[in-house]
């Protein structure tokens, strides 16, 4: 390949790249909400998983992917996806409270 080709090459990659980090960036603001809603969820007795707000966000996804002109099915499973990590956030905190609580209490109890 020479160079001219090479270097476009190169400058699309980086485009790429700064997506990525962008990317990366809202979905950490995105998991960072996540738990604090199941936070909130919690301490108020509310259902954890609604399924009918997921419903909601893949209804509003593929309107928005025609709208953008994207592949509507490609940007739904992206964000099934995403929603699927969410709810492994969900496990993840209730591990978390469970054995913060559990140690709580053999500290009380053993010490």
């Known amino acids: 390949m020479d160079n001219k080709k090479a270097n476009k090459l190169r400058d699309f990659r980086k485009g790429i790249d700064k997506i990525d980090g962008k990317i990366l960036k809202l979905l ?3 998991f960072f909400l996540v ?3 199941m936070k909130y969820k919690k301490l108020n007795g509310i259902k954890l998983v609604d ?3 997921e419903n909601q966000i893949i209804k509003n996804i593929k309107m ?3 709208r953008y ?3 509507e099915k490609y940007t739904e499973n992206i964000f099934k996806s995403i929603i699927k990590s969410g709810k492994n956030c969900i496990n993840y905190l209730f591990y978390f409270f ?3 609580f559990f140690l709580t209490i053999m ?3 053993f010490l």
């Open 28 to 30: 950490a603001n995105r």
């Open 107 to 109: 500290r009380t109890l």
């Open 69 to 71: 002109k994207t592949n």
């Open 98 to 100: 469970f054995w913060t």
């Open 64 to 66: 928005k992917s025609r």
């Open 51 to 53: 399924k009918e707000r």
């Open 35 to 37: 738990k604090n809603i």
